[in-house]
């Protein structure tokens, strides 16, 4: 059983910075791909970005870009998430997940992704 662990979450002023990071444990596995959501109060889950170990891409969100990088560790299957310029509207629940087989569907949809974690939580005041 594989088992994604957010960390670095927390509590930061707005035009604040965090990284987090989602480091696998348990079975080895190679994923095709990383990416994080987010989930705000009383919202549904969203894309913030991805990145492709295959093709050597990423993929932000339109509301993060500029502010956020992914990055990652295709050795270890981590990838982190830097986060600068942090507004209010950033806080939820981030969650990383990882793609594990070929999918059709597109890197911002959750159904590319099998593995998930169970997320860290971002708060951002105002």
């Known amino acids: 059983q594989v088992q994604l662990v957010e960390s670095g979450g927390g509590l930061v002023q707005t035009g604040g910075s965090l990284r987090l990071s989602c480091a696998p444990s348990g079975r080895t596995f190679r994923p095709y791909a990383m990416g994080w959501f987010r989930q705000a109060p009383g919202k549904g889950r969203s894309f913030v970005a991805a990145i492709s170990w295959t093709r050597g891409t990423t993929d932000y969100a339109d509301s993060v870009k500029g502010r956020f990088t992914i990055s990652g560790d295709n050795a270890k299957n981590t990838v982190y998430l830097q986060m600068n310029s942090l507004k209010p509207e950033d806080t939820a629940v981030y969650s990383c997940?990882?793609?594990?087989?070929?999918?059709?569907?597109?890197?911002?949809?959750?159904?590319?992704?099998?593995?998930w974690g169970q997320g860290t939580q971002v708060t951002v005041s105002s």
């Open positions: 997940a990882a793609q594990i087989s070929s999918s059709y569907y597109n890197y911002d949809s959750p159904e590319r992704y099998f593995y």
